[in-house]
């Protein structure tokens, strides 16, 4: 596989939902860590997608927006 995106993650399909349009994949990585993607149901019909297979999470996103709480008590960052 060789494609343009640098975060590629290996892992297991730990659940597959397939709904009528669109399939929610869940993969888990080792160490645990699981990474959800919603893809269209044709896809991940089409890459045979099945539970306990190996796969791999591709992440390609021109963002990624980091926050902190801003520690106001007042404020539904989560500040206590």
């Known amino acids: 596989m060789k494609i343009s995106a640098r975060n590629q993650f290996k892992g297991k399909i ?3 939902v397939k709904g009528p349009v669109n399939a929610e994949v869940v993969i888990e ?5 699981q990474v959800t993607a919603v893809i269209t149901a044709a896809s991940a019909q089409s ?3 099945k539970k306990g ?3 791999f999470a ?3 996103a021109s963002d990624v927006m980091i926050g902190l709480c ?3 008590a007042n404020c539904d960052c989560g500040s206590t």
């Not at 990585?29 to 860590?33: D, S």
């Open 53 to 55: 297979k190996e796969a």
């Open 70 to 72: 801003c520690g106001n």
């Open 58 to 60: 591709v992440v390609k």
């Open 14 to 16: 730990k659940s597959l």
């Open 47 to 49: 890459l045979g997608l």
């Open 29 to 33: 990585l080792p160490g645990g860590v």
